[in-house]
């Protein structure tokens, strides 16, 4: 923080402001007497800017059996504990688990403005953190932080303008999941009902091992259709420098790979860029996962380079014949029947793995190359609209993050109609 303190505003810390500080605590879940009461009960999850519900509740015995304490309407909360520096304002009266703080704010501040104040430091707030397996910040340590303090007036000012980004930001990434769902929706439907000749519905189908699916569509096993191999495995040294290569953070990411995507370098002489090299329309799969659940996520290379490969985190795919459409495999991979297949196929000891031989035993339903054209041409126009309100996301939140720097340093300041001194 700079040394210089705007006129009219106060230095101090994040302890001048507080009339009670304290962390949550965690009844014993051994008793389920001291659950499911009329208490909300805040867990991580349920930490947003205005809190107003919570997934749990306690019972009055168990508020009073834990060193869980009630916290008053318009108290700050943040997490300490494991996930560090979440920030939100109780709009209820509420308690929270061990290893998230509440605060009470004194007359110096209000709580919109202490939030983003709190949201503004988190890096500070991370930095403090300590522990040797589970991070977490004291409260006492809290209190420490230096914070600035404008007059009240100007306290509301600053958080009714960052207030009404946020509210941008909400609504945005409200829209977002809307366009989601309907990616969803439909990409469930075209994948087992289609797209019939000139846009018509398909009338007759039949029962196939991956549901129920147009007559006219062909079930395949990957095996016979699909070549299946490792990518490359190197020294760290090699990394950083030399040709693109195809990460596993490229195929999770989903919605096809194109090359501007490739951030990633690796050393290869000839031979090894002849045996890992990448084709146009080559699918790649996610060999390892924490869950099964996230197992064999899909993507598809559509760039136009022909010095890009893939490492050894991942699966290439090289279709043998002539019967995909690239698009339309960034897709056919994410059907309810594929993933299920993709779960069941799938090992797990201390992570979750697939191989290219059990991905060979996974079937799926295919529809003549134009129809996978107009059913890709489909999703591709609702990934196009998300791309476009992510897009719109990204630079909300650039705003934000900037005009918290501007406004909660006093770099730039606000207009406010009564001028007052600033608490002491």
Same mark, same amino acid.
């Given at each position: 923080?700079?040394?210089?303190?705007?006129?009219?505003?106060?230095?101090?810390?994040?302890?001048?402001?507080?009339?009670?500080?304290?962390?949550?605590?965690?009844?014993?879940?051994?008793?389920?007497?001291?659950?499911?009461?009329?208490?909300?009960?805040?867990?991580?999850?349920?930490?947003? +800017?205005?809190?107003? +519900?919570?997934?749990?509740?306690?019972?009055?015995?168990?508020?009073?059996?834990?060193?869980? #304490?009630?916290?008053?309407?318009?108290?700050?909360?943040?997490?300490?504990?494991?996930?560090?520096?979440?920030?939100? *304002?109780?709009? *209820?009266?509420?308690?929270?688990? =061990?290893?998230?703080?509440?605060?009470?704010?004194?007359?110096?501040?209000?709580?919109?403005?202490?939030?983003?104040?709190?949201?503004?430091?988190?890096?500070?707030?991370?930095?403090?953190?300590?522990?040797?397996?589970?991070?977490? !910040?004291?409260?006492?340590?809290?209190?420490?932080?230096? =914070?600035?303090?404008?007059?009240?007036?100007?306290?509301?000012?600053?958080?009714?303008?960052?207030?009404?980004?946020?509210?941008?930001?909400?609504?945005?990434?409200?829209?977002?999941?809307?366009?989601?769902?309907?990616?969803?929706?439909?990409?469930?439907?075209?994948?087992?009902?289609?797209?019939?000749?000139?846009?018509?519905?398909?009338?007759? $189908?039949?029962?196939?091992?991956?549901?129920?699916?147009?007559?006219?569509?062909?079930?395949?096993?990957?095996?016979?259709?699909?070549?299946?191999?490792?990518?490359?495995?190197?020294?760290?040294?090699?990394?950083?420098?030399? !040709?693109?290569?195809?990460?596993? #953070?490229?195929?999770?990411?989903?919605?096809?790979?194109?090359?501007?995507?490739?951030?990633?370098?690796?050393?290869?002489?000839?031979?090894?860029?002849?045996?890992?090299?990448?084709?146009?329309?080559?699918?790649?799969?996610?060999?390892?996962?924490?869950?099964?659940?996230?197992?064999?996520?899909?993507?598809?290379?559509?760039?136009?380079?022909?010095?890009?490969? $893939?490492?050894?985190?991942?699966? +290439?795919?090289?279709?043998?014949?002539?019967?995909?459409?690239?698009?339309?495999?960034?897709?056919?991979?994410?059907?309810?029947?594929?993933?299920?297949?993709?779960?069941?196929?799938?090992?797990?000891?201390?992570?979750?793995?697939?191989?290219?031989?059990?991905?060979?035993?996974?079937?799926?339903?295919?529809?003549? *190359?134009?129809?996978?054209?107009?059913?890709?041409?489909?999703?591709?126009?609702?990934?196009?609209?998300?791309?476009?309100?992510?897009?719109?996301?990204?630079?909300?939140?650039?705003?934000?993050?900037?005009?918290?720097?501007?406004?909660?340093?006093? #770099?730039? +300041?606000?207009?406010?109609?009564?001028?007052?001194?600033?608490?002491?």
């Amino acid at each position: 923080m700079s040394n210089v303190v705007p006129e009219g505003w106060t230095l101090g810390t994040i302890g001048d402001c507080v009339a009670k500080i304290g962390d949550g605590g965690t009844p014993a879940t051994s008793n389920p007497e001291y659950y499911a009461g009329n208490i909300p009960w805040v867990v991580v999850n349920d930490i947003r +800017r205005h809190i107003y +519900r919570t997934q749990n509740t306690i019972s009055d015995l168990g508020l009073n059996k834990s060193s869980a #304490k009630l916290w008053d309407k318009e108290s700050v909360i943040i997490s300490t504990g494991a996930t560090i520096g979440e920030v939100g *304002i109780a709009k *209820i009266p509420l308690a929270t688990k =061990q290893g998230i703080a509440g605060i009470q704010c004194n007359t110096m501040v209000i709580s919109d403005y202490l939030y983003y104040a709190l949201v503004h430091k988190k890096p500070e707030i991370l930095a403090m953190a300590q522990g040797s397996t589970i991070k977490e !910040v004291r409260t006492p340590a809290l209190v420490k932080l230096t =914070q600035l303090y404008p007059p009240l007036p100007e306290q509301k000012k600053i958080a009714a303008i960052l207030s009404s980004v946020d509210d941008v930001i909400e609504k945005t990434r409200a829209q977002i999941d809307k366009l989601k769902d309907l990616k969803t929706g439909m990409m469930q439907e075209l994948l087992t009902r289609g797209i019939g000749p000139g846009g018509v519905p398909h009338t007759e $189908f039949k029962d196939t091992p991956v549901g129920q699916v147009p007559v006219q569509w062909q079930i395949h096993s990957l095996g016979n259709v699909v070549d299946f191999k490792n990518g490359v495995n190197k020294d760290k040294d090699a990394f950083g420098h030399g !040709v693109p290569i195809i990460s596993y #953070k490229n195929v999770y990411a989903g919605g096809g790979i194109s090359d501007s995507d490739l951030n990633a370098l690796v050393e290869m002489n000839e031979k090894e860029l002849a045996r890992f090299k990448v084709n146009y329309g080559d699918v790649f799969f996610t060999r390892t996962s924490e869950t099964p659940d996230e197992i064999g996520f899909t993507n598809v290379y559509l760039g136009e380079r022909n010095d890009v490969v $893939f490492n050894g985190f991942v699966i +290439r795919g090289r279709p043998k014949y002539n019967l995909f459409h690239p698009r339309f495999l960034k897709y056919v991979f994410q059907s309810n029947a594929v993933r299920k297949q993709m779960m069941d196929n799938s090992k797990f000891t201390t992570r979750a793995g697939i191989s290219g031989e059990s991905l060979g035993r996974i079937e799926i339903a295919v529809p003549e *190359i134009p129809e996978q054209r107009n059913i890709a041409d489909a999703l591709d126009s609702v990934e196009l609209r998300i791309q476009a309100v992510s897009t719109k996301l990204d630079a909300y939140k650039s705003l934000k993050k900037a005009l918290m720097q501007d406004l909660l340093t006093g #770099k730039v +300041r606000v207009n406010v109609d009564n001028k007052e001194p600033a608490a002491a």
